[in-house]
């Protein structure tokens, strides 16, 4: 039997009044690693909030990159209580690392009185939820699907056993689709790593918009995912993480497929990456515009 872990029952919608568009910010690969560029990191979560006031928050996974998680999960939550915005975040691949548990990480942030999560069913990862935005009538305005990419695989292909990051899995889709069924609404969809469909773009197609300096690192497989939510027709947009210095959006099959911006300080590569998020606006006729919004930006 799935055992559903909530962490607040109450809170499993959020309401956008006086006609408002609901106003997304996405955060993602905060990595945060106890150490000096922490600071920078909160100061830039506090900036962005300052500027673009959204009614609602997600991060899009890796929050941390530390043995010290458990603690920065903590200091996440608090830190997001002041602004008193509703939030919610899902997994990325490198949350656990240092044998972190899942389940010590969702019990750190828990008491955090603006959280939304639930864990989801847990015998297929470990942030799969849904949140309902209705408006002042109380009708629903659109779906929030948050999805566990879960870390890494080995996949057989070729009949080799081969290493690749982590996928939305079969029994994921079944999940979704079901879950679709159930809430036939308009859906903004949140992960981590991003879909193989992403390669379909190169750095020279004008059909994308956004930075473009970091091959997509997806599953080596393709599950359907992206199959499934195009055939049930309810998925607007899909947003995700992961790849820190790519941001770019493009429209597939009118589903709008778009990285985040790397919103923390650890740097892999191209050293001094300007950091920053994304905003999503979906209006009461089901319109989305998204843009990315730089700190250097907004701090000049």
């Known amino acids: ?175 979704y689709e079901q879950l679709s069924k159930q809430y036939p609404y308009p859906q903004l969809i949140f992960f981590h790593i991003p879909l193989p469909e992403v390669k379909e773009v190169t750095k020279e197609d004008n059909i994308h918009q956004g930075d473009y300096f970091e091959s997509p690192c997806t599953p080596p497989v393709n599950t359907g995912f992206f199959a499934i939510a195009k055939k049930l027709g309810y998925a607007r947009a899909m947003f995700f993480g992961h790849d820190h210095y790519n941001d770019f959006v493009y429209q597939k099959d009118n589903i709008t497929l778009a990285y985040g911006r790397v919103s923390g300080h650890y740097d892999y590569a191209n050293h001094g990456f300007p950091k920053g998020a994304r905003l999503i606006t979906l209006d009461h006729q089901g319109v989305i515009k998204t843009k990315v919004i730089l700190h250097q930006d907004i701090t000049k």
């Open 1 to 175: 039997m799935t055992k559903i872990i909530p962490i607040h029952k109450s809170l499993k919608s959020i309401s956008i009044h006086n006609n408002q568009s609901l106003n997304i910010l996405q955060f993602t690969d905060l990595h945060l690693m106890n150490d000096e560029k922490d600071e920078m990191t909160f100061k830039l979560i506090k900036d962005m909030i300052s500027y673009a006031h959204p009614n609602f928050i997600v991060f899009t996974g890796d929050q941390t990159m530390s043995k010290d998680a458990v603690i920065l999960y903590q200091r996440l939550g608090k830190y997001m209580d002041q602004f008193e915005i509703f939030y919610t975040y899902v997994f990325g691949n490198h949350d656990t690392e240092h044998d972190i548990k899942y389940q010590d990480l969702i019990e750190a942030i828990a008491s955090s009185k603006y959280l939304i999560f639930d864990q989801g069913p847990i015998d297929i990862g470990y942030s799969n939820h849904q949140i309902l935005a209705t408006d002042e009538n109380n009708q629903v305005i659109a779906s929030l699907v948050m999805l566990d990419t879960h870390i890494d695989d080995t996949y057989h292909i070729n009949h080799v056993d081969t290493w690749g990051y982590g996928s939305i899995s079969k029994d994921q889709i079944k999940w």
